[in-house]
């Protein structure tokens, strides 16, 4: 059972930044889809990070030029770093890992392990 745990989420002024983190652990393949989703009350859970297998990173439409994501394999960690963040940003944000996998893009489907979330509450 792979244990996800996020960190680093608060409360922070139009315009600030966050740095978000997430540990995982008993992960039984070197190979596996990890990203990065977010929940507002009343609206869908979106993707905002995806790094696929290859290493490629795919965020979201709506953080495109303001967040980034990074993965260090050495140490199982997930990080997303949150710029210029905008009220609309406001949500619950988990992160997300799936069965060993090596076959390059991550579907959404994939992603069957969550942690518990993190509040991010951006003031306007």
């Known amino acids: 059972q792979v244990h996800l745990v996020e960190s680093g989420g608060g409360s922070v002024q139009a315009g600030g930044s966050l740095k978000l983190s997430c540990a995982a652990s008993s992960l039984t393949s070197s190979s596996y889809c990890i990203g990065w989703f977010r929940q507002a009350p009343g609206k869908k859970r979106e993707a905002v990070a995806i790094i696929d297998t290859d290493g490629k990173v795919r965020l979201g439409d709506s953080v495109q030029g303001r967040f980034t994501a990074s993965k260090d394999n050495a140490k199982n960690t997930l990080t997303l770093q949150m710029n210029d963040l905008k009220s609309d940003d406001t949500g619950l944000y988990s992160c997300?890992?799936?069965?060993?996998?090596?076959?390059?893009?991550?579907?959404?489907?994939?992603?069957?392990?969550w942690g518990q979330g993190t509040q991010v509450t951006v003031a306007s």
């Open positions: 997300a890992a799936s069965e060993p996998y090596d076959e390059g893009f991550c579907y959404s489907f994939l992603f069957i392990y």
